[in-house]
């Protein structure tokens, strides 16, 4: 089923926004820890994409742009920022 998948636009738009208008968010002490900003722009792409309703034809990009891989790599991102 394609159509517009809000929760992911909205997380990936939200991640856009944020990392435009403040990108000292994605540091922690004043240095960028790559793999955390990594997971952030993976969910961030993968929710527009999936957000705006495509779906790839290939299953490892279908999974990698799914709205379960947004939710997890923006966890995953969280978890690694915080601890």
Known sequence: MTGISWSS????????????IYPFVFAKNGAVNHSVLMLFMWAMAAG??????????????????????????FALALGLMFL
């Not at 636009?9 to 435009?20: A, D, E, P, R």
């Open 48 to 73: 527009i994409i999936r957000g705006v309703g495509f779906i790839p034809n290939n299953p490892i990009l279908r999974m990698m742009a799914s709205s379960y891989a947004a939710f997890i790599a």
């Open 9 to 20: 636009l909205t997380l990936g738009l939200g991640i856009m926004f944020l990392g435009s």
